[in-house]
Protein backbone atom coordinates (compact mmCIF):
# COMPACT_ATOMS: atom_id res chain seq x y z
CA UNK A 1 0.00 0.00 0.00
CA UNK A 2 2.58 2.48 0.82
CA UNK A 3 4.40 1.56 -2.57
CA UNK A 4 1.15 2.20 -4.80
CA UNK A 5 0.20 5.81 -3.08
CA UNK A 6 3.77 6.12 -3.17
CA UNK A 7 3.79 6.07 -6.51
CA UNK A 8 0.78 7.71 -7.63
CA UNK A 9 2.06 10.51 -5.41
CA UNK A 10 5.54 10.33 -7.43
CA UNK A 11 3.51 10.37 -10.79
CA UNK A 12 1.59 13.63 -9.32
CA UNK A 13 4.29 15.07 -7.72
CA UNK A 14 6.75 14.42 -11.30
CA UNK A 15 4.26 16.32 -13.24
CA UNK A 16 3.66 19.48 -10.79
CA UNK A 17 7.60 19.65 -10.38
CA UNK A 18 8.04 19.32 -14.22
CA UNK A 19 6.05 22.21 -14.67
CA UNK A 20 7.35 24.37 -11.94
CA UNK A 21 10.86 23.80 -12.81
CA UNK A 22 10.15 24.77 -16.98
CA UNK A 23 7.22 27.28 -16.53
CA UNK A 24 7.71 28.42 -13.08
CA UNK A 25 3.95 27.99 -12.45
CA UNK A 26 3.02 26.74 -9.18
CA UNK A 27 -0.03 24.60 -10.92
CA UNK A 28 -2.44 24.29 -8.40
CA UNK A 29 -4.82 23.11 -10.48
CA UNK A 30 -2.63 19.85 -11.38
CA UNK A 31 -4.75 17.44 -8.80
CA UNK A 32 -7.81 18.72 -10.91
CA UNK A 33 -6.61 17.35 -14.04
CA UNK A 34 -6.29 13.94 -12.10
CA UNK A 35 -9.86 14.29 -10.91
CA UNK A 36 -10.89 14.98 -14.19
CA UNK A 37 -9.54 11.62 -15.76
CA UNK A 38 -10.96 9.91 -12.82
CA UNK A 39 -14.18 11.05 -13.90
CA UNK A 40 -13.67 10.91 -17.24
CA UNK A 41 -12.71 6.96 -16.90
CA UNK A 42 -15.63 6.45 -14.59
CA UNK A 43 -18.15 8.38 -17.21
CA UNK A 44 -16.22 5.93 -19.98
CA UNK A 45 -16.70 2.75 -18.29
CA UNK A 46 -20.02 3.22 -16.02
CA UNK A 47 -22.16 5.42 -18.31
CA UNK A 48 -21.23 4.46 -21.45
CA UNK A 49 -19.75 0.80 -20.75
CA UNK A 50 -17.14 1.13 -22.81
CA UNK A 51 -14.23 -1.81 -22.72
CA UNK A 52 -11.48 -0.74 -19.98
CA UNK A 53 -8.57 -0.37 -22.65
CA UNK A 54 -10.86 1.59 -24.55
CA UNK A 55 -11.82 4.11 -22.06
CA UNK A 56 -8.20 4.30 -20.55
CA UNK A 57 -7.24 5.30 -24.30
CA UNK A 58 -9.55 7.79 -24.68
CA UNK A 59 -8.95 9.47 -21.49
CA UNK A 60 -4.94 9.92 -21.27
CA UNK A 61 -4.98 12.04 -24.26
CA UNK A 62 -8.35 13.99 -24.06
CA UNK A 63 -7.52 15.12 -20.55
CA UNK A 64 -3.55 15.61 -21.79
CA UNK A 65 -5.60 17.81 -24.21
CA UNK A 66 -7.42 19.90 -22.01
CA UNK A 67 -3.95 20.66 -20.57
CA UNK A 68 -2.50 21.82 -23.25
CA UNK A 69 -5.72 24.08 -24.11
CA UNK A 70 -5.92 25.31 -20.97
CA UNK A 71 -2.28 26.29 -20.56
CA UNK A 72 -2.54 27.87 -24.18
CA UNK A 73 -5.43 29.98 -23.84
CA UNK A 74 -5.30 30.33 -20.11
CA UNK A 75 -2.10 30.61 -19.07
CA UNK A 76 -0.06 31.51 -21.48
CA UNK A 77 -0.86 35.15 -21.85
CA UNK A 78 -0.79 36.31 -18.68
CA UNK A 79 2.62 34.17 -17.85
CA UNK A 80 4.24 37.12 -16.87
CA UNK A 81 2.10 38.29 -13.84
CA UNK A 82 2.74 35.54 -11.08
CA UNK A 83 -0.22 36.72 -8.92
CA UNK A 84 -3.04 35.91 -11.83
CA UNK A 85 -1.44 32.60 -12.55
CA UNK A 86 -1.97 31.31 -9.48
CA UNK A 87 -5.42 32.60 -9.08
CA UNK A 88 -5.99 31.38 -12.43
CA UNK A 89 -5.23 27.78 -11.80
CA UNK A 90 -7.29 27.94 -8.34
CA UNK A 91 -9.85 29.27 -10.58
CA UNK A 92 -9.63 26.67 -12.90
CA UNK A 93 -9.53 23.70 -10.33
CA UNK A 94 -12.39 24.74 -8.46
CA UNK A 95 -14.42 25.30 -11.96
CA UNK A 96 -13.64 21.66 -12.79
CA UNK A 97 -15.18 20.43 -9.16
CA UNK A 98 -18.19 22.39 -9.84
CA UNK A 99 -18.59 21.14 -13.16
CA UNK A 100 -18.10 17.87 -12.09
CA UNK A 101 -20.48 18.48 -9.53
CA UNK A 102 -23.13 19.97 -11.49
CA UNK A 103 -22.41 16.92 -14.70
CA UNK A 104 -22.38 13.86 -12.35
CA UNK A 105 -23.40 14.73 -9.04
CA UNK A 106 -21.27 15.38 -5.40
CA UNK A 107 -22.28 11.42 -5.19
CA UNK A 108 -19.35 9.02 -4.35
CA UNK A 109 -18.57 6.87 -7.58
CA UNK A 110 -16.56 3.66 -6.79
CA UNK A 111 -14.58 1.51 -9.98
CA UNK A 112 -14.08 -2.09 -10.19
CA UNK A 113 -10.47 -3.30 -10.24
CA UNK A 114 -9.25 -3.11 -13.60
CA UNK A 115 -7.55 -6.44 -13.45
CA UNK A 116 -9.37 -8.91 -10.42
CA UNK A 117 -8.01 -11.35 -8.19
CA UNK A 118 -4.42 -11.93 -6.42
CA UNK A 119 -1.49 -13.16 -6.62
CA UNK A 120 0.90 -14.48 -3.64
CA UNK A 121 3.88 -13.09 -3.00
CA UNK A 122 5.89 -14.60 -0.07
CA UNK A 123 3.06 -15.77 1.93
CA UNK A 124 1.43 -12.04 1.43
CA UNK A 125 -1.55 -12.31 -0.93
CA UNK A 126 -1.19 -9.17 -2.76
CA UNK A 127 -4.31 -7.64 -5.23
CA UNK A 128 -3.39 -7.43 -8.67
CA UNK A 129 -4.79 -4.08 -8.83
CA UNK A 130 -1.79 -2.95 -7.10
CA UNK A 131 0.71 -4.86 -8.94
CA UNK A 132 -0.75 -3.13 -12.29
CA UNK A 133 -0.83 0.26 -10.86
CA UNK A 134 3.11 -0.27 -9.75
CA UNK A 135 4.07 -1.69 -12.32
CA UNK A 136 2.10 1.25 -14.65
CA UNK A 137 4.08 3.63 -12.26
CA UNK A 138 7.67 2.18 -12.66
CA UNK A 139 7.25 2.23 -16.29
CA UNK A 140 5.38 5.87 -17.08
CA UNK A 141 8.15 6.87 -14.60
CA UNK A 142 11.23 5.18 -16.46
CA UNK A 143 9.85 6.48 -19.63
CA UNK A 144 9.60 9.98 -18.57
CA UNK A 145 13.18 9.79 -17.18
CA UNK A 146 14.25 8.59 -20.93
CA UNK A 147 12.54 11.28 -22.81
CA UNK A 148 14.27 13.65 -20.47
CA UNK A 149 17.61 12.42 -20.57
CA UNK A 150 18.18 10.78 -23.76
CA UNK A 151 15.97 12.57 -26.25
CA UNK A 152 16.23 16.10 -27.80
CA UNK A 153 12.90 17.35 -26.37
CA UNK A 154 14.17 16.48 -23.04
CA UNK A 155 17.41 18.46 -23.75
CA UNK A 156 15.23 21.11 -24.64
CA UNK A 157 12.99 20.94 -21.65
CA UNK A 158 15.99 20.91 -19.34
CA UNK A 159 17.54 23.75 -20.98
CA UNK A 160 14.58 25.89 -20.67
CA UNK A 161 14.24 24.84 -16.92
CA UNK A 162 17.59 26.24 -16.38
CA UNK A 163 17.66 29.29 -18.31
CA UNK A 164 14.82 30.59 -20.91
CA UNK A 165 16.37 33.04 -22.39
CA UNK A 166 18.92 31.35 -23.35
CA UNK A 167 17.13 28.26 -24.46
CA UNK A 168 15.41 30.68 -26.56
CA UNK A 169 18.19 32.32 -28.08
CA UNK A 170 20.11 28.58 -28.79
CA UNK A 171 16.78 28.65 -31.06
CA UNK A 172 14.23 26.53 -28.24
CA UNK A 173 10.78 27.41 -29.19
CA UNK A 174 10.26 27.95 -25.33
CA UNK A 175 6.18 28.75 -25.66
CA UNK A 176 6.00 25.38 -27.65
CA UNK A 177 8.21 23.21 -25.11
CA UNK A 178 6.39 25.12 -22.03
CA UNK A 179 3.18 23.56 -24.08
CA UNK A 180 4.42 20.17 -24.37
CA UNK A 181 5.61 20.13 -20.82
CA UNK A 182 2.59 21.10 -19.46
CA UNK A 183 1.04 17.95 -21.81
CA UNK A 184 3.38 15.67 -20.23
CA UNK A 185 2.46 16.66 -16.97
CA UNK A 186 -0.91 16.52 -17.38
CA UNK A 187 -0.43 13.25 -18.88
CA UNK A 188 1.09 11.94 -15.92
CA UNK A 189 -1.69 13.52 -13.55
CA UNK A 190 -3.86 11.48 -16.10
CA UNK A 191 -2.12 8.01 -15.84
CA UNK A 192 -2.00 8.41 -12.22
CA UNK A 193 -5.90 8.87 -11.80
CA UNK A 194 -5.96 5.79 -13.96
CA UNK A 195 -4.37 3.65 -12.28
CA UNK A 196 -5.34 4.71 -8.89
CA UNK A 197 -9.57 5.46 -9.63
CA UNK A 198 -10.17 1.96 -8.81
CA UNK A 199 -8.48 1.94 -5.61
CA UNK A 200 -9.63 5.36 -4.45
CA UNK A 201 -13.66 6.41 -4.32
CA UNK A 202 -14.21 9.22 -6.84
CA UNK A 203 -15.69 12.82 -5.91
CA UNK A 204 -15.47 16.15 -7.12
CA UNK A 205 -13.85 17.32 -3.65
CA UNK A 206 -10.95 14.48 -4.66
CA UNK A 207 -7.77 16.99 -5.67
CA UNK A 208 -7.83 19.04 -2.14
CA UNK A 209 -5.98 16.44 -0.73
CA UNK A 210 -3.61 14.88 -3.00
CA UNK A 211 -2.85 18.50 -3.84
CA UNK A 212 -1.57 18.92 -0.33
CA UNK A 213 0.51 15.71 -0.55
CA UNK A 214 1.77 16.63 -3.96
CA UNK A 215 3.19 20.29 -2.72
CA UNK A 216 4.26 18.75 0.25
CA UNK A 217 6.34 16.16 -2.16
CA UNK A 218 7.86 18.57 -4.00
CA UNK A 219 8.72 20.70 -1.40
CA UNK A 220 10.20 17.98 0.18
CA UNK A 221 12.61 16.49 -2.85
CA UNK A 222 12.86 19.94 -3.75
CA UNK A 223 11.14 21.89 -6.76
CA UNK A 224 12.04 21.28 -10.13
CA UNK A 225 13.85 17.87 -9.35
CA UNK A 226 12.68 15.31 -10.58
CA UNK A 227 14.73 12.69 -8.94
CA UNK A 228 13.44 14.53 -5.47
CA UNK A 229 9.93 14.40 -6.21
CA UNK A 230 10.14 10.44 -6.46
CA UNK A 231 12.09 10.04 -3.33
CA UNK A 232 10.09 12.75 -1.98
CA UNK A 233 7.24 11.00 -2.46
CA UNK A 234 8.10 7.72 -1.29
CA UNK A 235 9.23 9.38 1.98
CA UNK A 236 6.05 11.08 2.37
CA UNK A 237 3.31 7.94 1.53
CA UNK A 238 5.71 5.81 4.24
CA UNK A 239 5.02 8.46 6.97
CA UNK A 240 1.27 8.60 6.26
CA UNK A 241 0.89 4.41 6.13
CA UNK A 242 2.93 4.02 9.20
CA UNK A 243 0.64 6.65 10.81
CA UNK A 244 -2.56 5.23 9.60
CA UNK A 245 -1.19 1.30 10.92
CA UNK A 246 0.18 2.41 13.56
CA UNK A 247 -2.27 4.93 15.11
CA UNK A 248 -5.54 3.54 13.85
CA UNK A 249 -7.87 6.22 15.75
CA UNK A 250 -5.49 9.05 14.68
CA UNK A 251 -5.79 8.47 11.00
CA UNK A 252 -6.47 12.76 10.57
CA UNK A 253 -3.00 12.77 12.12
CA UNK A 254 -0.95 11.35 8.95
CA UNK A 255 -1.42 14.58 7.03
CA UNK A 256 0.35 16.44 10.54
CA UNK A 257 3.12 13.77 10.01
CA UNK A 258 4.00 14.12 6.89
CA UNK A 259 3.77 17.68 6.63
CA UNK A 260 6.50 17.93 9.89
CA UNK A 261 8.69 15.56 8.03
CA UNK A 262 8.54 18.37 5.09
CA UNK A 263 9.12 21.33 7.72
CA UNK A 264 11.58 19.49 9.09
CA UNK A 265 13.34 18.82 5.89
CA UNK A 266 13.14 22.42 5.05
CA UNK A 267 14.47 23.68 7.97
CA UNK A 268 17.21 21.66 8.23
CA UNK A 269 17.85 22.37 4.13
CA UNK A 270 15.84 25.27 2.80
CA UNK A 271 16.11 24.36 -0.34
CA UNK A 272 14.20 20.85 -0.46
CA UNK A 273 16.49 17.32 -0.68
CA UNK A 274 17.76 17.65 -4.26
CA UNK A 275 16.69 21.23 -4.81
CA UNK A 276 17.49 23.17 -7.41
CA UNK A 277 18.42 26.74 -6.22
CA UNK A 278 17.85 29.26 -8.60
CA UNK A 279 20.46 31.52 -8.06
CA UNK A 280 19.48 34.74 -9.92
CA UNK A 281 15.62 34.19 -9.18
CA UNK A 282 16.37 34.21 -5.03
CA UNK A 283 17.11 37.83 -4.97
CA UNK B 1 -11.71 72.22 12.01
CA UNK B 2 -14.90 71.89 9.72
CA UNK B 3 -13.52 74.05 7.36
CA UNK B 4 -10.86 72.44 7.07
CA UNK B 5 -12.67 69.14 6.19
CA UNK B 6 -14.68 70.86 3.68
CA UNK B 7 -11.13 71.60 2.33
CA UNK B 8 -9.34 68.71 2.27
CA UNK B 9 -12.76 67.24 0.52
CA UNK B 10 -12.65 69.86 -1.82
CA UNK B 11 -8.55 69.76 -2.84
CA UNK B 12 -7.73 65.84 -2.35
CA UNK B 13 -11.18 63.93 -2.90
CA UNK B 14 -13.12 65.55 -5.43
CA UNK B 15 -10.69 65.76 -8.23
CA UNK B 16 -9.25 61.99 -7.72
CA UNK B 17 -12.07 59.93 -9.09
CA UNK B 18 -10.74 56.54 -6.83
CA UNK B 19 -11.40 58.63 -3.45
CA UNK B 20 -14.75 59.93 -4.42
CA UNK B 21 -15.84 56.32 -5.72
CA UNK B 22 -14.18 55.07 -2.40
CA UNK B 23 -16.32 57.92 0.05
CA UNK B 24 -19.71 57.26 -2.04
CA UNK B 25 -19.12 53.27 -1.46
CA UNK B 26 -18.69 54.06 1.93
CA UNK B 27 -21.80 56.81 2.39
CA UNK B 28 -23.78 53.91 0.78
CA UNK B 29 -22.57 51.09 3.03
CA UNK B 30 -23.56 53.45 5.60
CA UNK B 31 -27.24 54.06 4.53
CA UNK B 32 -27.80 50.67 3.26
CA UNK B 33 -30.03 49.40 6.12
CA UNK B 34 -32.08 52.07 5.03
CA UNK B 35 -32.91 50.70 1.78
CA UNK B 36 -33.42 47.28 2.58
CA UNK B 37 -33.67 45.37 6.04
CA UNK B 38 -33.86 41.91 5.17
CA UNK B 39 -31.62 40.54 7.94
CA UNK B 40 -30.57 38.03 4.91
CA UNK B 41 -28.94 41.27 3.00
CA UNK B 42 -27.37 42.62 6.18
CA UNK B 43 -26.07 39.08 7.43
CA UNK B 44 -24.53 38.58 3.88
CA UNK B 45 -22.81 42.31 4.16
CA UNK B 46 -21.77 41.59 7.63
CA UNK B 47 -19.95 38.34 6.17
CA UNK B 48 -18.20 40.58 3.70
CA UNK B 49 -16.98 42.99 5.89
CA UNK B 50 -15.17 40.33 7.87
CA UNK B 51 -13.90 39.03 4.43
CA UNK B 52 -12.65 42.41 3.37
CA UNK B 53 -10.44 42.71 6.39
CA UNK B 54 -9.25 39.33 6.15
CA UNK B 55 -8.36 40.14 2.09
CA UNK B 56 -6.86 43.15 3.40
CA UNK B 57 -4.19 41.82 5.92
CA UNK B 58 -3.52 39.05 2.78
CA UNK B 59 -2.70 41.90 1.01
CA UNK B 60 -0.65 43.46 3.43
CA UNK B 61 1.35 40.34 4.30
CA UNK B 62 1.96 38.94 0.91
CA UNK B 63 1.48 41.43 -1.33
CA UNK B 64 3.49 44.49 0.51
CA UNK B 65 6.19 42.95 2.03
CA UNK B 66 5.82 39.94 -0.80
CA UNK B 67 5.81 37.41 1.85
CA UNK B 68 3.70 34.77 -0.66
CA UNK B 69 1.19 33.03 2.48
CA UNK B 70 -0.75 30.44 1.00
CA UNK B 71 -1.83 29.63 4.58
CA UNK B 72 -3.70 32.87 5.68
CA UNK B 73 -6.36 30.50 7.26
CA UNK B 74 -3.99 29.79 9.53
CA UNK B 75 -4.29 33.38 11.48
CA UNK B 76 -8.54 33.19 10.83
CA UNK B 77 -8.88 29.51 12.53
CA UNK B 78 -7.11 30.32 15.52
CA UNK B 79 -8.62 33.23 16.31
CA UNK B 80 -12.08 31.86 15.69
CA UNK B 81 -10.79 28.38 17.95
CA UNK B 82 -9.70 30.69 20.70
CA UNK B 83 -12.64 32.43 20.63
CA UNK B 84 -14.67 29.62 20.64
CA UNK B 85 -13.05 27.66 23.70
CA UNK B 86 -12.84 30.60 25.80
CA UNK B 87 -15.99 30.78 25.82
CA UNK B 88 -16.82 27.26 25.99
CA UNK B 89 -14.70 26.48 28.92
CA UNK B 90 -14.75 29.16 30.62
CA UNK B 91 -17.37 31.09 29.39
CA UNK B 92 -15.70 34.37 29.00
CA UNK B 93 -17.86 37.38 27.04
CA UNK B 94 -17.29 38.12 23.35
CA UNK B 95 -15.56 41.52 24.42
CA UNK B 96 -13.23 40.26 25.97
CA UNK B 97 -12.22 36.67 24.13
CA UNK B 98 -12.51 38.30 20.47
CA UNK B 99 -9.09 40.88 21.62
CA UNK B 100 -7.23 37.38 22.65
CA UNK B 101 -8.42 35.92 19.63
CA UNK B 102 -6.54 38.45 17.70
CA UNK B 103 -3.90 38.20 19.78
CA UNK B 104 -3.21 34.92 19.78
CA UNK B 105 -3.35 34.97 16.20
CA UNK B 106 -0.70 37.49 16.35
CA UNK B 107 1.71 35.27 18.69
CA UNK B 108 1.27 32.32 15.88
CA UNK B 109 2.23 34.90 13.70
CA UNK B 110 5.52 35.49 15.01
CA UNK B 111 6.11 31.95 16.06
CA UNK B 112 4.83 31.06 12.39
CA UNK B 113 7.85 33.64 10.61
CA UNK B 114 10.73 32.02 12.36
CA UNK B 115 10.81 29.12 10.27
CA UNK B 116 8.99 30.70 7.24
CA UNK B 117 11.87 33.50 6.89
CA UNK B 118 14.36 30.85 6.68
CA UNK B 119 12.77 30.52 3.14
CA UNK B 120 11.72 32.65 -0.35
CA UNK B 121 9.30 32.46 -2.70
CA UNK B 122 7.50 29.15 -3.48
CA UNK B 123 9.07 27.47 -0.57
CA UNK B 124 7.97 29.91 2.01
CA UNK B 125 4.29 29.36 0.43
CA UNK B 126 4.30 26.15 0.19
CA UNK B 127 5.49 26.08 4.00
CA UNK B 128 2.71 28.36 5.25
CA UNK B 129 0.30 26.59 3.60
CA UNK B 130 1.31 23.43 5.93
CA UNK B 131 0.99 25.11 8.83
CA UNK B 132 -3.41 25.16 9.02
CA UNK B 133 -3.74 21.75 7.41
CA UNK B 134 -1.63 20.79 10.10
CA UNK B 135 -3.80 22.55 12.98
CA UNK B 136 -6.93 21.04 10.80
CA UNK B 137 -5.31 17.45 11.54
CA UNK B 138 -4.89 18.09 15.38
CA UNK B 139 -8.55 19.63 15.56
CA UNK B 140 -9.73 16.39 14.02
CA UNK B 141 -7.87 14.34 16.57
CA UNK B 142 -8.98 15.55 19.51
CA UNK B 143 -12.87 15.81 18.56
CA UNK B 144 -13.71 15.83 22.07
CA UNK B 145 -12.12 18.66 23.04
CA UNK B 146 -12.75 20.74 19.73
CA UNK B 147 -15.60 19.07 18.56
CA UNK B 148 -14.25 17.73 15.38
CA UNK B 149 -16.09 18.19 12.37
CA UNK B 150 -19.21 19.82 13.81
CA UNK B 151 -17.20 22.39 15.65
CA UNK B 152 -18.34 24.62 18.52
CA UNK B 153 -21.86 25.22 18.06
CA UNK B 154 -23.85 28.58 19.99
CA UNK B 155 -21.80 31.09 20.78
CA UNK B 156 -23.37 34.22 21.70
CA UNK B 157 -23.64 36.96 18.85
CA UNK B 158 -21.78 40.37 19.05
CA UNK B 159 -24.75 42.59 19.31
CA UNK B 160 -28.65 41.85 19.98
CA UNK B 161 -30.18 42.79 16.35
CA UNK B 162 -28.69 42.07 12.70
CA UNK B 163 -28.66 46.16 12.23
CA UNK B 164 -25.83 46.48 15.62
CA UNK B 165 -23.67 43.24 13.92
CA UNK B 166 -23.83 45.08 11.01
CA UNK B 167 -22.76 48.48 11.96
CA UNK B 168 -20.24 47.16 14.33
CA UNK B 169 -18.89 44.96 11.69
CA UNK B 170 -18.94 47.65 9.21
CA UNK B 171 -17.05 50.20 11.73
CA UNK B 172 -14.52 47.82 12.71
CA UNK B 173 -13.97 47.24 8.94
CA UNK B 174 -13.35 50.43 8.10
CA UNK B 175 -10.96 51.13 10.93
CA UNK B 176 -8.42 48.25 10.41
CA UNK B 177 -8.69 48.97 6.19
CA UNK B 178 -7.37 52.92 6.95
CA UNK B 179 -5.19 51.70 9.46
CA UNK B 180 -3.56 48.95 6.74
CA UNK B 181 -4.09 51.61 4.15
CA UNK B 182 -2.08 53.96 6.21
CA UNK B 183 1.37 51.51 7.03
CA UNK B 184 1.25 50.59 3.28
CA UNK B 185 1.19 53.71 2.27
CA UNK B 186 4.43 54.33 0.25
CA UNK B 187 4.18 57.93 0.11
CA UNK B 188 3.73 58.32 3.91
CA UNK B 189 5.62 60.83 5.38
CA UNK B 190 5.29 59.68 9.36
CA UNK B 191 5.15 55.86 8.74
CA UNK B 192 8.24 54.21 7.03
CA UNK B 193 6.87 50.80 6.83
CA UNK B 194 4.99 51.32 3.68
CA UNK B 195 7.94 52.33 2.12
CA UNK B 196 10.10 49.46 2.93
CA UNK B 197 7.77 46.71 2.23
CA UNK B 198 7.55 47.85 -0.95
CA UNK B 199 11.63 48.04 -0.55
CA UNK B 200 11.53 44.25 0.51
CA UNK B 201 9.68 43.04 -1.91
CA UNK B 202 11.26 44.54 -4.85
CA UNK B 203 14.45 44.24 -3.75
CA UNK B 204 15.45 42.66 -0.27
CA UNK B 205 19.42 42.28 -0.74
CA UNK B 206 19.07 45.99 -1.43
CA UNK B 207 16.94 47.32 1.04
CA UNK B 208 19.11 45.23 3.31
CA UNK B 209 22.13 47.34 1.80
CA UNK B 210 20.88 50.45 2.70
CA UNK B 211 20.36 49.49 6.33
CA UNK B 212 16.74 48.34 6.71
CA UNK B 213 16.92 45.39 8.99
CA UNK B 214 14.95 43.32 6.56
CA UNK B 215 14.07 40.42 9.15
CA UNK B 216 11.96 42.81 11.82
CA UNK B 217 10.26 44.35 9.01
CA UNK B 218 9.10 40.87 7.68
CA UNK B 219 8.58 39.79 10.99
CA UNK B 220 6.65 43.28 11.29
CA UNK B 221 4.27 42.32 8.45
CA UNK B 222 3.57 39.12 9.99
CA UNK B 223 2.75 40.82 13.23
CA UNK B 224 0.22 42.85 11.21
CA UNK B 225 -1.33 40.64 9.15
CA UNK B 226 -1.88 37.91 11.47
CA UNK B 227 -3.38 40.57 13.73
CA UNK B 228 -6.08 41.84 11.08
CA UNK B 229 -6.70 38.32 10.19
CA UNK B 230 -7.75 37.26 13.90
CA UNK B 231 -9.65 40.41 14.35
CA UNK B 232 -11.81 39.15 11.55
CA UNK B 233 -11.74 35.53 12.36
CA UNK B 234 -13.05 36.24 15.90
CA UNK B 235 -15.71 38.40 14.76
CA UNK B 236 -16.57 35.80 12.25
CA UNK B 237 -17.16 33.54 14.03
CA UNK B 238 -19.54 35.37 16.71
CA UNK B 239 -21.48 36.47 13.83
CA UNK B 240 -22.17 32.79 12.48
CA UNK B 241 -22.57 32.09 16.06
CA UNK B 242 -20.20 28.88 15.72
CA UNK B 243 -16.76 27.76 14.74
CA UNK B 244 -16.00 24.85 12.39
CA UNK B 245 -12.77 23.63 10.56
CA UNK B 246 -13.67 25.44 7.48
CA UNK B 247 -11.73 28.42 9.11
CA UNK B 248 -8.61 26.46 8.92
CA UNK B 249 -9.44 25.03 5.68
CA UNK B 250 -7.37 25.63 1.92
CA UNK B 251 -10.85 27.17 0.74
CA UNK B 252 -10.53 29.57 3.24
CA UNK B 253 -6.61 30.59 2.48
CA UNK B 254 -7.38 30.56 -1.23
CA UNK B 255 -10.44 32.73 -0.62
CA UNK B 256 -8.72 35.58 0.28
CA UNK B 257 -6.09 34.41 -2.42
CA UNK B 258 -8.64 34.52 -4.92
CA UNK B 259 -10.29 38.31 -3.36
CA UNK B 260 -6.82 39.96 -3.17
CA UNK B 261 -5.50 39.10 -6.92
CA UNK B 262 -9.36 39.50 -8.45
CA UNK B 263 -9.64 43.15 -7.41
CA UNK B 264 -5.69 44.25 -7.83
CA UNK B 265 -3.38 42.74 -5.61
CA UNK B 266 -0.21 45.30 -3.74
CA UNK B 267 -3.65 47.59 -3.60
CA UNK B 268 -5.54 47.70 -0.40
CA UNK B 269 -8.71 49.00 -2.73
CA UNK B 270 -7.96 46.04 -5.38
CA UNK B 271 -9.00 43.12 -2.40
CA UNK B 272 -11.76 45.53 -1.46
CA UNK B 273 -13.31 45.43 -4.92
CA UNK B 274 -12.68 41.90 -4.54
CA UNK B 275 -14.67 40.66 -2.00
CA UNK B 276 -17.55 42.84 -2.52
CA UNK B 277 -17.82 41.73 -6.29
CA UNK B 278 -16.77 38.03 -6.10
CA UNK B 279 -18.73 37.33 -2.64
CA UNK B 280 -21.15 40.10 -1.58
CA UNK B 281 -22.73 40.72 -5.49
CA UNK B 282 -22.85 36.79 -6.46
CA UNK B 283 -24.38 35.84 -2.68
CA UNK B 284 -26.92 38.97 -2.73
CA UNK B 285 -28.07 38.26 -6.35
CA UNK B 286 -28.42 34.44 -5.56
CA UNK B 287 -30.18 34.86 -1.89
CA UNK B 288 -32.15 31.62 -1.02
CA UNK B 289 -30.79 29.60 -3.62
CA UNK B 290 -33.78 29.62 -5.71
CA UNK B 291 -32.92 31.07 -9.03
CA UNK B 292 -29.61 29.64 -11.31
CA UNK B 293 -26.83 32.12 -10.06
CA UNK B 294 -27.99 30.60 -6.29
CA UNK B 295 -27.36 27.19 -7.42
CA UNK B 296 -24.19 27.35 -9.34
CA UNK B 297 -22.19 30.36 -7.35
CA UNK B 298 -18.23 28.87 -7.27
CA UNK B 299 -18.81 27.77 -10.84
CA UNK B 300 -19.74 31.68 -11.65
CA UNK B 301 -17.02 32.73 -9.56
CA UNK B 302 -14.32 30.79 -11.51
CA UNK B 303 -15.69 31.90 -14.89
CA UNK B 304 -16.09 35.24 -13.76
CA UNK B 305 -11.89 35.11 -12.34
CA UNK B 306 -10.93 33.08 -15.35
CA UNK B 307 -11.91 36.06 -17.31
CA UNK B 308 -10.78 38.64 -15.60
CA UNK B 309 -7.86 37.82 -15.13
CA UNK B 310 -7.59 36.83 -19.41
CA UNK B 311 -8.27 40.29 -20.07
CA UNK B 312 -7.08 42.32 -16.73
CA UNK B 313 -4.16 40.03 -15.67
CA UNK B 314 -3.29 43.34 -12.76
CA UNK B 315 -6.95 42.54 -11.15
CA UNK B 316 -10.42 44.82 -11.62
CA UNK B 317 -9.29 47.41 -9.68
CA UNK B 318 -6.31 48.30 -11.20
CA UNK B 319 -7.41 47.85 -13.78
CA UNK B 320 -10.65 50.44 -13.64
CA UNK B 321 -8.08 53.14 -12.07
CA UNK B 322 -6.13 53.09 -14.43
CA UNK B 323 -8.60 54.22 -16.87
CA UNK B 324 -10.46 56.52 -14.34
CA UNK B 325 -7.12 58.36 -12.82
CA UNK B 326 -3.88 59.55 -15.06
CA UNK B 327 -0.71 60.59 -12.97
CA UNK B 328 1.07 63.53 -13.66
CA UNK B 329 4.44 62.98 -15.38
CA UNK B 330 5.92 65.85 -13.66
CA UNK B 331 4.85 65.93 -10.57
CA UNK B 332 3.05 62.37 -9.85
CA UNK B 333 -0.13 64.01 -8.42
CA UNK B 334 -3.20 62.03 -9.25
CA UNK B 335 -5.61 63.37 -11.70
CA UNK B 336 -9.20 62.86 -13.21
CA UNK B 337 -9.33 60.93 -16.18
CA UNK B 338 -11.07 64.16 -17.58
CA UNK B 339 -8.32 66.48 -17.44
CA UNK B 340 -5.95 67.81 -20.04
CA UNK B 341 -3.50 69.14 -17.70
CA UNK B 342 -2.12 68.55 -14.22
CA UNK B 343 -4.01 70.48 -11.85
CA UNK B 344 -1.68 71.60 -10.13
CA UNK B 345 1.26 72.04 -12.31
CA UNK B 346 -0.59 72.32 -15.25
CA UNK B 347 2.06 70.08 -17.40
CA UNK B 348 0.00 68.53 -20.28
CA UNK B 349 -1.18 65.06 -19.10
CA UNK B 350 -0.66 63.44 -23.01
Sequence with gaps: MTLVTGGVY??????????????????????????????????????????????????????????????????????????????????????????????FTSHYHLLPNLIPGYTEIFGVRVINQYLLTLGIVVVVIVIVWLILAKTKLGIALRA?????????????????????????????????????????????????????????????????????????????????????????????????????????????????LFGVLFEEERL | ML?????????????????????????????????????????????????????????????????????????????AYTTALLYKYLGWQPWATIPIGALVATGIGVVTCFPALRLRGPYLSLLTMAFPLMLLGVVMAFKDFTGGEF???????????????????????????????????????????????HAIREDEIAARASGINTIRYKILAFVIGGFFAGLAGALYVHVLGGTGISTLSMTMSFRAIIYVVFGGIVSIYGAVIGVYTLYTLIQLLGVGARNFIGQNQILIMAILVILILLFMPEGLGVWVRDKIERECPRCKLTNGFWRKECRACGASLH
Design chain 2, 151 to 197: GIPGLPEIAATRLGEYYICLLVMTVSVLIMWKLTDAGSKYIRTGLIF
Design chain 1, 160 to 272: TAQDAEIANLMGISVPRTLMITMGIATALAAVAAVVVAPLWTIYPGMWTQPLVMVMVVVVLGGLGSVKGSIIGAFIIAFVEQSVITLMPSYTYLSTVFAILAMVIVLIVRPGG
Design chain 2, 3 to 79: RRLFKDFRFSVLPVPGRLIAIIFFVALLIFPLITDKSSHLYILTLSSLLVIFAVSWDLLSGYSGQVNFGHALFFGVA
Design chain 1, 10 to 103: ALLATGFSLIFGNARVINLAHTGFFMLAAYLLWYFMRQLGLDTVWAIVITVPAVTLVGILAFRFLINPIREHLAAVLLMTVALAMAFEELMTNL
